[in-house]
């Protein structure tokens, strides 16, 4: 029987790290670790496979290698136990060649960390003066410029993955009276929607109200993006009043307990895919005052400090 070129375990581990315990398989990337019922192990379920063979008569075995290139790292890849099998059994289609793009595409695809999306950006800038419209007729005097302030908004993705239902609700400084799109992507939907205080009233026998219900100032804002594009953004210019901000902090369900001494903030989640699985992902984002009525926003952390994903809807 001829011998095999086997991995050191050091290569086998340090392979496997190269690949965030992920199967470079581009159409699979399992996770190849899991926890283990005794605390102190893990279940591996992914194994260092040799790109060309260990050993003469095994696939896509290479006979100009040496032996210290057979069982170098750079003739491994990390994969789970079930493409191990399948790229061995079909050496025809997974060629060297394959597998190494295999490798390479799937440790930038790691360094960028996109496995999980980092967080999108918001960015606030208050603008020294306010915006004049392209088109039409305006009026502005001392008491307007004073009164209206006109801040800067960009959206953009914080990695190379497209994200998609954006949402984010967010409780301004000041309240907002109208929005203008600068930029945005072609087809991308996107809107800013106001959501005002709901009134109830109760009518009883045979009263009758009537009445006209203007459109008050609201600070609370809902920022919807239907998808964001890796390299593209997402920018518009928000106008808000002075004085017309909600007194009290609107209260929101399951909001992270550092939040609840946040006067204002945007709190939002997004969608992104992998493999046939969306994940939800949930994220806050401070604002705070940088001077007189102006105003700018913090980087986002995660609204309960983990990672943690949401298996959401299944795409057959």
């Known amino acids: 029987m001829a011998s095999r070129d086997e991995f050191s375990e050091r290569v086998r581990r340090t392979i496997a790290e190269r690949a965030a315990y992920r199967c470079s398989n581009p159409i699979c990337r399992a996770l190849t670790v899991r926890p283990h019922s005794d605390d102190n192990k893990a279940v591996i379920t992914g194994v260092a496979a040799h790109i060309c063979a260990a050993a003469t008569g095994g696939p896509r075995y290479n006979p ?45 695809w790691v360094l960028g960390e996109n496995f999980i999306p980092a967080y999108p950006s918001l960015t606030i800038k208050t603008m020294s003066g306010l915006m004049t419209p392209k088109s039409g007729t305006f009026n502005y005097d001392s008491q307007t410029a004073s009164s209206y302030r006109d801040h800067l908004l960009q959206i953009r993705t914080g990695s190379r993955h497209e994200i998609y239902q954006l949402q984010i609700r967010v409780q301004f400084p000041e309240s907002a009276i109208s929005y203008t799109t600068l930029e945005k992507p072609a087809g991308v939907g996107f809107r800013v929607v ?33 998808r964001l594009i890796p390299g593209r953004l997402i920018s518009f210019m928000l106008r808000t009043i002075q004085g017309a901000a909600d007194k009290e902090p609107v209260e929101f369900k399951d909001i992270p307990s550092f939040a609840e001494m946040l006067r204002t903030w945007a709190l939002g989640t997004f969608l992104y895919k992998e493999r046939e699985f969306f994940f939800e992902r949930r994220f806050i984002i401070p604002i705070k005052q940088v001077g007189e009525r102006s105003y700018a926003a913090d980087p986002a952390e995660d609204d309960n400090g983990r990672r943690a994903l949401m298996q959401l809807t299944f795409f057959g």
């Open 64 to 108: 100009h290698q040496s032996e210290d290139e057979r069982k170098s790292i750079t003739n491994a890849i990390w994969v789970c136990h079930a493409c191990s099998d399948l790229i061995d059994k079909d050496d025809k289609k997974f060629t060297a060649a394959l597998l190494h793009a295999w490798k390479t595409d799937h440790e930038d």
């Open 194 to 226: 106001p959501e005002r205080p709901q009134m109830t009233t109760h009518v009883s026998g045979g009263g009758r109200v009537s009445g006209v219900i203007g459109r008050h100032p609201t600070n609370v804002l809902i920022i919807m993006v239907e």
